[in-house]
């Protein structure tokens, strides 16, 4: 026979509306009897019949996640840990950078009303259509957009800033930037910040698109800061082809410290976001949103990087740069 909420309540010795208080507001339960609603839950292994409780409360207690792709899964996996421990489950959609994709989802979170809220990671549409979603009334918090809305947004610009600066203190001056194709501008205005606080004139020409374009374009620097680590492995594969020596010849730093970065030979030196603080702000942006709909969030919540030194980026040798 199926386990009942009253089956619950006796085993956590709590009463049936604390048992419900966990099911559907849980942040509004303390911590302890949280937890012991939620181990007499798993040890009779009750299932609550959700499709009776969207009906009764017009609440699916599903969060969304619309994303371009799983590359990094850290801060998807993050997200989906936070929700759990507040009582939502998490519906993943990646939209693989596909305009009709990306409608589709968009119909079936903001429209069909599929999820409670949704957490959109680096949207790559028109304002309009993330004005759309919005207005729909859909709880809707954006992690790095650059538009006009409320957004979680990682702080390229300071990243760009301290790779560029470490750089610098190193003794480099032929230093590039690659800025792949988004948050291009936030890499620039950091890049040329680091650049400014030494009195040094910025040579745009060392600013790239991506790593093909680097190397395509003859002469190399004696560093590069470049947007994520996948870029940095790139060059890391290229500059061995032409026999180059990390760090010695070519000083690299990446972004994102993702799980290979360390694995690398040498170990890149990179910069790191807090995926586990990102995902907790975003969770508790859409529950604040839940209770206060008509509060405004700021419009920027810049996340600060860190700079994770390892073994990629050394001092330059005096005739390494004669600039």
């Known amino acids: 026979m199926a386990a009942t909420m009253e089956d619950v309540a006796n085993r956590a010795a709590v009463s049936v509306a604390t048992v419900s208080r966990v099911l559907n507001t849980p942040e509004k339960v303390n911590r302890d009897t949280r937890k012991r609603v939620l181990e007499a839950i798993t040890a009779l292994d009750y299932r609550i019949n959700t499709a009776a409780r969207s009906l009764r409360t017009q609440q699916t207690r599903h969060l969304g996640i619309l994303l371009p792709n799983l590359a990094d899964p850290r801060l998807t996996e993050a997200i989906e840990i936070t929700a759990l421990q507040q009582g939502f489950t998490t519906l993943i959609c990646t939209t693989q950078s596909d305009p009709e994709r990306t409608r589709q989802y968009l119909d079936l979170l903001s429209q069909q009303r599929r999820v409670d809220g949704l957490i959109w990671i680096a949207p790559e549409v028109p304002t309009q259509q993330v004005e759309q979603v919005i207005s729909s009334g859909l709880a809707v918090v954006?992690?790095?957009?650059?538009?006009?809305?409320?957004?979680?947004?990682?702080?390229?610009?300071?990243?760009?800033?301290?790779?560029?600066?470490?750089?610098?203190?190193?003794?480099?001056?032929?230093?590039?930037?690659?800025?792949?194709?988004?948050?291009?501008?936030?890499?620039?205005?950091?890049?040329?910040?680091?650049?400014?606080?030494?009195?040094?004139?910025?040579?745009?020409?060392?600013?790239?698109?991506?790593?093909?374009?680097?190397?395509?374009?003859?002469?190399?620097?004696?560093?590069?800061?470049?947007?994520?680590?996948?870029?940095?492995?790139?060059?890391?594969?290229?500059?061995?082809?032409?026999?180059?020596?990390?760090?010695?010849?070519?000083?690299?730093?990446?972004?994102?410290?993702?799980?290979?970065?360390?694995?690398?030979?040498?170990?890149?030196?990179?910069?790191?976001?807090?995926?586990?603080?990102?995902?907790?702000?975003?969770?508790?942006?859409?529950?604040?949103?839940?209770?206060?709909?008509?509060?405004?969030?700021?419009?920027?919540?810049?996340?600060?990087?860190?700079?994770?030194?390892?073994?990629?980026?050394?001092?330059?040798?005096?005739?390494?740069?004669?600039?």
């Open 142 to 323: 954006l992690i790095n957009y650059p538009g006009q809305f409320p957004a979680l947004n990682f702080n390229y610009n300071m990243a760009a800033y301290r790779g560029a600066t470490h750089l610098l203190d190193l003794g480099h001056r032929q230093l590039a930037l690659v800025t792949g194709s988004a948050n291009q501008q936030w890499w620039q205005d950091g890049y040329t910040d680091a650049f400014a606080d030494f009195y040094l004139d910025v040579d745009r020409r060392l600013i790239y698109p991506d790593v093909k374009s680097l190397f395509e374009a003859g002469s190399l620097p004696t560093a590069i800061i470049t947007f994520d680590d996948e870029a940095a492995a790139q060059i890391y594969t290229q500059a061995r082809e032409r026999g180059l020596r990390i760090p010695n010849d070519l000083s690299i730093i990446g972004c994102g410290d993702l799980p290979f970065a360390s694995y690398l030979a040498p170990g890149l030196t990179t910069l790191q976001f807090p995926v586990s603080r990102i995902a907790e702000q975003a969770v508790n942006r859409l529950l604040h949103h839940f209770h206060n709909p008509t509060e405004r969030n700021p419009l920027f919540t810049l996340i600060e990087p860190k700079l994770i030194l390892r073994e990629s980026t050394t001092g330059l040798r005096p005739h390494d740069d004669l600039s």
